[in-house]
């Protein structure tokens, strides 16, 4: 007895005209180069940007209870009161802007850069000799993203730990970049490169 096909219906039109889009529609083009390392950047700007936004508040205690230990003695919480009983809840966002916009450019040459030089570590090596050292193709990926992505993040953290530390120091994120580049010059954005380097 022979095999019949199987049956290219399945019993309701809606289903039987979506599995022909897909059929029709193909396999999906496969991303490179510019496409392929935008949509790693993207997310990892997103992704950096979100997290570390909504972590401003924790930032802005933390950074309070280390230049002022005898005010800020309390703990977390009690910082946060603290906070909130002197300067008013909206202290709590101090920084916001910078932190915001530094960790979309950090997030986004940290995730793409990774991607970028773990496939230019393959295309150099080979693909047998980069699997056999994976690790140490990984470990020099993350470097060289790392490096390139605190490059882009130091002004902009810099700018935002001298809003926390002197809240009547500039009124955000432009008057506070404006305000250092014209008092101290441009070097002062990178002062903190070594110690935000080791700590990334």
Request: proline residues 4%.
């Amino acid at each position: 007895m022979a095999s019949s096909a199987p049956p290219t219906s399945t019993g309701s039109t809606k289903l039987d005209a979506m599995k022909q889009n897909v059929l029709a529609a193909g396999e999906p083009a496969k991303l490179s180069g510019f496409q392929l390392y935008s949509r790693f950047a993207f997310a990892g700007a997103v992704c950096c940007s979100v997290t570390h936004g909504a972590l401003t508040p924790v930032d802005v205690v933390k950074t309070r209870m280390q230049l002022d230990p005898v005010t800020y003695n309390n703990g977390m919480i009690g910082g946060f009161r603290k906070v909130i009983a002197n300067e008013g809840a909206g202290a709590l966002m101090t920084g916001f802007g910078p932190t915001a916009a530094g960790y979309f450019l950090q997030g986004a040459f940290k995730f793409g850069g990774y991607e970028l030089f773990k496939q230019q570590a393959i295309n150099m090596l080979g693909y047998e000799t980069a699997a056999n050292n994976r690790t140490a193709v990984y470990l020099g990926a993350a470097a060289c993203a790392e490096f390139f992505a605190d490059i882009a993040l130091c002004p902009l953290e810099a700018t935002r730990i001298r809003l926390v530390a002197e809240p009547t120091f500039a009124t955000g994120l432009v008057s506070g970049m404006g305000k250092i580049a014209s008092q101290e010059g441009l070097g002062a954005f990178y002062s903190g490169f070594g110690p935000i380097l080791f700590k990334q």
